[in-house]
């Protein structure tokens, strides 16, 4: 006995089940008693296919055992006709009593169930608030120690230059002072023009090397109090972006919540007025 179910109701039954499933999703009460009664159908012919091939009625000392349908497919098929009845006469006084109290059969949001919502679409925003307040202040101090160690950094490399070309000056000056003297133990008479006129540019060497390397430290200090004061703009834009971010987030937050409360007083208006 082939127990195979055709090609043809199996796609009835996926029809009928597809469908039954899409208008169970709906929002009107009309829709969703077609597809529930459409889906009960669905599933009905899924159980008389599962049954096999038709047989003789099962009734003992009159057919064969082996020639005797399977008595329990409709016997569930039965059971599942009069459930969805009772539920079908449920559904049609729901979708009636519904339409005399608000002129459709639309399912209405509830209000503790959009209460729960509310409360827990609040405690979400909060919380992403926190979490990117949070973010923002670690951002923040990550930054400004970077910022820190640069400017550690820039000051340690402008005070070693300093102390380099304080170094500088300082040897220039001895040497520029030794050759001062030199000039003076010599007797003016055993001065050659020669000597004098190189003691004379080593003199005037020594004086422009000197001033060039206070130019140099006066330069180094003014780059150094620019690169803090730069800093400084930068802490300052970082921390106003976080204000920034930190308003936008809770303006946010207010319209969400400005807009839970609309949808809240909306849904109890309607109930308001489905039980006047």
Do not use: C
């Not at 910022?147 to 550690?152: C, D, G, K, P």
């Not at 520029?176 to 003297?181: D, G, N, P, S, T």
């Amino acid at each position: 006995m082939n127990e195979s179910p055709s090609l043809a109701l199996v796609i009835v039954v996926g029809v009928l089940v597809a469908v039954g499933v899409v208008l169970l999703l709906e929002r009107s009460l009309t829709r969703v008693l077609l597809g529930f009664i459409m889906l009960s159908n669905g599933v009905n012919l899924m159980i008389l296919a599962m049954a096999g091939e038709p047989g003789r009625p099962p009734v003992l000392w009159l057919t064969d055992p082996e020639d005797m349908t399977d008595p329990l497919p409709q016997a569930m098929i039965l059971t599942a006709l009069v459930i969805t009845l009772g539920v079908t006469a449920f559904l049609l006084a729901m979708a009636y009593r519904s339409w005399q109290l608000e002129g459709n059969d639309e399912v209405q949001d509830d209000v503790e169930d959009l209460r729960i919502v509310q409360g827990e679409g609040r405690r979400a925003v909060r919380q992403r608030f926190l979490k990117e307040r949070r973010r923002l202040q670690a951002d923040i101090r990550r930054q400004r120690a970077e910022l820190q160690a640069t400017i550690a950094v820039a000051d340690a490399q402008e005070l070693a230059e300093q102390a380099r070309i304080k170094a500088e000056i300082a040897r220039a000056q001895a040497e520029l002072a030794r050759y001062e003297l030199e000039a003076e133990d010599h007797d003016p008479d055993e001065k050659s023009q020669e000597t004098m006129r190189r003691l004379s540019d080593r003199a005037e060497s020594m004086t422009a090397q000197v001033q060039e390397l206070r130019g140099r430290i006066r330069q180094g200090r003014r780059r150094l109090r620019e690169h803090r004061r730069a800093d400084r703009a930068a802490e300052r834009e970082l921390w106003r972006e976080l204000r920034r971010r930190v308003r936008s987030q809770r303006r946010q937050a207010r319209q969400t919540m400005r807009a839970e409360r609309e949808r809240l007083a909306r849904a109890e208006d309607s109930d308001l007025q489905g039980s006047e």
